[in-house]
C-alpha cells in the first residue's frame, strides 16, 4: 500500500507555493482562499513539517517544502501528462487562443503553409485579448504579449517587438525627402492604447519635448495598422505585425529609430502537452514562421 498524503491538499499547495500567493492559488483552483489555507494546514499537519512561513504580508517557503515543491510539481505534471493521452485529447483539433491583432495581421495569412505541410493537424483558433486560466480545459496554446512570465507555464519566444513609424506610401509622398523624426510632428498621429508609445519613440529619437496632437486612437493594433494603409495618418506600428504589408507595400517606412517594445510575443502552453505530437509540430512550424518575418524585415529598412 502507497502512504499518499490528501491529494487534493497536495494540489492546493503546488498552486500555493507556485504563486507564493494562496489568493492566487484560489484564483487557479476555483475555491476560496480559506479553503486553500485549511488544505495547507492539513497537509501540515499529515507531514509533520511546517511548508510555509510569513514575513509580514509575503509567504515564503520553508527549506522542507522548497525541497516538496520541487518534487511535487513534477509528479503533477507526469500525472497530468499521462491522463491527457489516455484520454486521448490530442486527437481532436489543435486549440490555440490568439491575440486578435496577431491572428488578424500575422498567422490567419500564414496558415496556409502550416496546413500544406501539416494536413493531419486540424486546428481551431478563438481570438480573445483576455488571459486565459491554464487550469481550465477550453485550450491547448496561447500566443500572448509579454515578459515571459507565466508561472509553472512553458513559454517559448516567438518575436522581440519593435515599433516603427508606418504609413501609406500617399502618405510618405508628402513628406520631405530624406525624412526626418521631427517632420513627423506634423503629421496626423494614430495612437495605439496606452497612449504613450509615440511619446517613447519621439524621445528615443533625441526629440524628448516634442509636442503631440491629438489623433485617434485603437485598442487593437490591426485595427491601427489598417488606418494607416488606407492612409489616415501616420501610426507607430508593430513591425513584427506589419512585416506582411510592409512587404506588399501597403505600409512603407519613412523614417528610422526603430524603437524596442518591452513586451514580446510568446506561445504560451502548460507543460502536460508539451510532448503531444501535434503541439510539438505547430511549434516548429510556428517558430519557424517567426524567424523568416524577423529576417524579412533586416531589410525592409525606412524608406531614403
Not at 130 to 139: G, K, M, N, Q, V
Amino acid at each position: 500500500m502507497r502512504r499518499l498524503p490528501p491529494l487534493v491538499a497536495v494540489r492546493a499547495f503546488e498552486a500555493g507555493a507556485r504563486h507564493l500567493s494562496f489568493t492566487r492559488a484560489a484564483d487557479e483552483l476555483c475555491v476560496t482562499q480559506t479553503a486553500i489555507s485549511h488544505q495547507v494546514r492539513q497537509l501540515e499537519t499529515w507531514l509533520g513539517v511546517r511548508l510555509f512561513e510569513r514575513a509580514g504580508h509575503a509567504l515564503r517557503l520553508t527549506e522542507a517544502g522548497g525541497a516538496y515543491l520541487a518534487e511535487v510539481g513534477e509528479v503533477l505534471d507526469r500525472l497530468a501528462a499521462v491522463t491527457e493521452t489516455v484520454r486521448g485529447r490530442h486527437d481532436g483539433p489543435l486549440r490555440i487562443t490568439v491575440l486578435p491583432s496577431f491572428a488578424s495581421c500575422w498567422l490567419v495569412p500564414r496558415l496556409g503553409r502550416f496546413r500544406e505541410s501539416h494536413p493531419d493537424i486540424e486546428l481551431k483558433l478563438t481570438s480573445s485579448p483576455d488571459s486565459w486560466a491554464f487550469t481550465e480545459d477550453r485550450f491547448d496554446l496561447a500566443i500572448r504579449s509579454g515578459l515571459g512570465r507565466w508561472p509553472g507555464l512553458k513559454a517559448d519566444l516567438i518575436a522581440q517587438e519593435m515599433l516603427g513609424p508606418v504609413c501609406s506610401p500617399a502618405v510618405a509622398a508628402g513628406l520631405p525627402s530624406p525624412c526626418s523624426p521631427s517632420d513627423l510632428l506634423a503629421s496626423h498621429l494614430l495612437h495605439d492604447t496606452p497612449r504613450d508609445a509615440w511619446s517613447r519613440w519621439f524621445r528615443h529619437a533625441g526629440l524628448p519635448e516634442a509636442a503631440l496632437a491629438a489623433g485617434h486612437a485603437f485598442d487593437d493594433h490591426g485595427h491601427l495598422l489598417q488606418a494607416a494603409s488606407e492612409g489616415q495618418g501616420m501610426a507607430l506600428g508593430k513591425l513584427f505585425l506589419a512585416e506582411r504589408a510592409l512587404r506588399e507595400g501597403r505600409l512603407v517606412r519613412p523614417v528610422d529609430p526603430i524603437l524596442p517594445n518591452d513586451y514580446s510575443y510568446w506561445l504560451v502552453y502548460p507543460r502536460t502537452v508539451a510532448g503531444r505530437p501535434d503541439v510539438g509540430r505547430f511549434r516548429n512550424w510556428l517558430l519557424a514562421e517567426a524567424k523568416a518575418t524577423a529576417a524579412a524585415l533586416l531589410v525592409q529598412g525606412a524608406a531614403p
